[in-house]
């Protein structure tokens, strides 16, 4: 058999990355260590899960363990596991390529970033996992044999580009990544990776709590032959009392966890002890990951079983809406080849994720009343994806209100909780009003905020796309029910301005029906409003319309709506409505003030935002309006 060496290429973004981290000005190098180890510890958690569940699998988990070697003459440090390991198409496709969503958006922000503090801030939260290596590294050589296969690969880099790849004989089981080290530079943050008690302090500081043993041969003093010892105490943190732990020892676990490079906005914990036992350690990240909103997305809670890792990304722990939370349960009683499906029927599980959800609610809660800025970033980064829990949790849903703020007429900047939108409330006034929309500036403008605004009502002016969605499932807030300024009867007036809207209603009958008719194609009715003050005419919907905006979801995503009609009110107190009604009562044969009656329309639609059905018609009329003044 001939041996056959692969030059292979890097896909583009990965040699981008590889080439950040040779040139790196990222100043905590001593990470690549926690890269590697946390590494070499995912895949022993996979290798004795694998073996678990499939009982055919030739592999050996009679000791799984990290070990940590240092050659100081040759000036390498290698970090082996006999874990799962790889295959060559592993290998190429896992350390060849970069599948990590938003690498482009990533690399695009990185370019344009200059200055040097900012892209470490940047590295720092993309994270760079197995590619650190090359912080410290001039070449990385990787030997790895997947378990249950025999054929071993070995993988070589100098991160240039390209990479070579080889059959490795007689490769055992799991990954040694061996790195040849840069040469020492403290200025540069570079320190001697071949010193043991640099590594016992690397170790000891970023990756204590694995589970597994990382063991490294260190000399022994008396007789100077290396004894191997375990660096790490491998105690599980949630399995130790809250007041042994430290902030620092919470952050690294973290960021094991998460691949997170930032530490946490929260961290907290939960325990349950009796019949069915578990400890549960949560955190809350400080940045929304890029793909938060993607198809993909996967939840950020672990699965442990009496201390064995047993799956990640368990969706039965954590509902769709509070998928950035990260961390791990570590429940007692379950069985370790537990499955998916059984999981999501389990009553236990389901108890514990309605505990997790209410203590994540909770904290949450806690944070708004003790920190607010701590919230305001919680907000900003994962509101959106918490608001979805008003459609999809019922049971929780007055908690999630609690929790939740939103950008209101009150303030231009600051987003408001709805209990102070309560407290400012007027009095009298009996409901929460909101519009929504696409963006702030068309709710502002927009003609229904007219008398709103001119008697100083609060408004909540919500533009995300699921904002048109839980307004109409949710009823209201402390009893006061949400009601949009653009849809239904607003009743703003005071009892003298009923009377007067009452007369102005007699006045304005013949006019309304006659519009209403002339319209009818396009509008139910047409209607007197009390929200105007400066526009003439505005539309808005009745109280169980679809949104315009919904509309246009719904159509987008391909489904068949019959034509919505909805309904036209007319300020009473506009000098082209009042003009109208006096020249339809002189002359209602006139056929120009049909095509008045249907500018009205128009400009309505258009100040909402909307589109006109026949443009050319509506310019039309419009020029020849305008040539009559000339
Ligand atoms: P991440 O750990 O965030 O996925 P990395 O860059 O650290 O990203 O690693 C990329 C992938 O390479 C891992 O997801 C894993 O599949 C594979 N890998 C890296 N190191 C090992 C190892 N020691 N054993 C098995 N697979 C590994
Ligand atoms: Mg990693």
């Known amino acids: 058999m001939t041996t056959s060496i692969e030059t292979l290429e890097f896909q583009s973004e990965a040699r981008q990355l590889l080439q950040l981290m040779i ?20 895949a022993l958690d996979k290798v004795r899960l694998e073996s678990y569940r499939d009982k055919e699998l030739d592999a050996d988990t009679a000791d799984l363990h990290i070990a940590i070697e240092v050659d100081a003459e040759q000036r390498t440090l290698t970090v082996r596991d006999n874990g799962i390991g790889m295959t060559r198409e592993d290998v190429v496709s896992l350390i060849g390529t970069i599948a990590k969503s938003g690498t482009a958006e990533f690399l ?12 470490q801030d940047l590295i720092g939260q993309f994270g760079v996992g197995f590619y650190s290596s090359f912080m410290v590294a001039d070449k990385v050589t990787l030997v790895t044999r997947r378990a ?6 070995r993988w070589e880099s100098a991160g240039e580009g390209t990479y070579t790849i080889e059959p490795a004989a007689d490769a055992p089981q799991g990954t040694a990544v061996t790195l040849h080290l840069k040469a020492e530079d403290a200025e540069d943050h570079l320190f001697d990776y071949t010193s043991t008690a640099k590594i016992r302090e690397i170790v000891k500081k970023y990756s204590d709590f694995l589970t597994w043993p990382i063991r490294m041969a260190v000399e022994s003093p008396e007789e100077g032959a290396p004894e191997v010892e375990t660096i790490n105490s491998m105690k599980a943190l949630w399995a130790r009392s809250s007041s042994d732990v430290t902030e620092d020892e919470y952050n690294e676990f973290y960021k094991h966890v998460s691949h997170d490079w930032q530490n946490p906005l929260e961290t907290f914990r939960l325990q ?22 993607m198809r993909e997305r996967k939840r950020g809670v672990q699965l442990y079983v009496k201390r064995v890792f047993i799956m990640d990304d368990c969706e039965a722990l954590m509902p769709e809406y509070l998928r950035f939370v990260k961390g791990v349960v570590d429940a007692q009683d379950l069985s370790l080849n537990v499955s998916r499906e ?5 009553r236990q599980i389901q108890l514990i994720r309605r505990r997790l959800v209410k203590k994540v609610l909770s904290t949450v809660k806690t944070m708004m009343a003790a920190d607010a800025e701590k919230y305001a970033t919680f907000w900003k980064e994962f509101g959106r994806a918490v608001k979805e829990g008003l459609l999809d949790d019922f049971e929780n849903r007055d908690a999630i209100l609690d929790i939740s703020s939103f950008p209101s007429t009150h303030d231009a900047e600051e987003p408001t909780a709805l209990k102070q939108y309560v407290e400012r409330m007027k009095e009298g006034q009996e409901h929460i009003y909101y519009m929504t929309g696409d ?14 605004r001119a008697k100083g009502f609060e408004v909540l002016v919500l533009t995300d796309p699921i904002d048109e969605m839980w307004v109409d499932a949710v009823s209201g807030f402390e009893g006061k029910q949400f009601k949009s300024i653009a849809k239904g009867q607003v009743d703003l007036d005071t009892e003298d301005e009923k009377k007067t809207a009452e007369e102005q209603q007699k006045d304005f009958t013949e006019l309304l029906s006659w519009m209403t008719t002339t319209l009818g194609e396009s509008v139910k009715e047409v209607r007197l409003s009390s929200r105007l003050t400066t526009s003439p005419a505005c539309i808005v919907g009745d109280t169980h319309d679809v949104t315009p905006t919904l509309e246009k979801m719904y159509r987008a995503m391909g489904q068949e709506l019959p034509q919505i009609k909805r ?34 329309y128009g400009m309505a639609l258009l100040a909402e935002g909307g589109e006109l059905t026949d443009p050319s018609r509506f310019i039309k009329l419009l020029a020849t309006r305008l040539e009559k003044t000339l």
Do not use: C
């Not at 790196?24 to 180890?37: A, P």
């Not at 349950?272 to 909103?293: R, V």
């Open 342 to 346: 059984i999981l999501q029927q389990d």
């Open 108 to 119: 695009r922000k990185l370019k344009e970033t200059q200055d040097s503090a900012a892209s």
């Open 439 to 452: 963006s702030r500036p068309s709710i502002e403008n927009s003609p229904h905020m007219e008398a709103l």
């Open 272 to 293: 349950a002890e009796g019949t069915f036992e578990y400890q549960a350690l949560l955190f809350i990240p400080s940045q929304a990951p890029m793909d938060l909103f």
């Open 148 to 153: 249950g296969s025999d054929e071993g690969v």
């Open 567 to 600: 309904i036209l009110e007319l300020n009473p107190t506009h000098p082209l409505v009042t003009g109208l009604k006096s020249a339809h009562g002189e002359r209602a044969e006139d056929a120009g003030l049909a095509e008045t009656a249907e500018l009205l």
């Open 23 to 42: 040139h790196s000005i990222y100043s905590n190098k001593d990470t690549f260590l926690r890269e590697l180890v946390s590494n070499a510890s995912d």
